[in-house]
């Protein structure tokens, strides 16, 4: 069971990047979910997607400028980070869970798997 981010990199504040997680050893029956910390912060929740691809959540900071999606045919989950601002800057990690539905996902329960971070940095 493996999860890895990739698409991180350094944009202006503003700019648009596209993080994908691919996901490999396991059936798309888990929700995924993306997190970020920055330095000398905790880690934060960001966005969920359902194994069904129905139904996505976002955190408040991510409202509005940020779009989950997910391509079960190529097992990988997106996240379209659009209007971004230096306070974004961050690893950004996936991950994977169940909550007994394939329509729901949640940034705190019944996560089970992680994957390494990518690196995003936004600059002012």
């Known amino acids: 069971v493996q999860l890895q981010a990739s698409g991180g990199g350094l944009v202006q504040a503003g700019g648009s990047l596209r993080l994908s997680c691919a996901a490999s050893?396991?059936?798309?029956?888990?929700?995924i979910a993306w997190f970020r910390q920055a330095p000398g912060k905790e880690r934060e929740g960001v966005s969920c997607?359902?194994?069904?691809?129905?139904?996505?959540y976002y955190a408040d900071s991510a409202k509005g400028r940020f779009t989950v999606s997910r391509d079960n045919a190529k097992n990988t989950v997106y996240l379209q980070m659009n209007s971004l601002k230096p306070e974004d800057t961050a690893v950004y990690y996936c991950?994977?869970?169940?909550?007994?539905?394939?329509?729901?996902?949640?940034?705190?329960?019944?996560?089970?798997?992680w994957g390494k971070g990518t690196q995003v940095t936004v600059s002012s």
């Open positions: 991950a994977a869970g169940r909550v007994g539905s394939r329509w729901n996902c949640s940034l705190r329960y019944g996560l089970e798997y």
């Open positions: 050893g396991f059936t798309l029956d888990y929700y």
């Open positions: 997607i359902s194994s069904s691809g129905d139904v996505t």
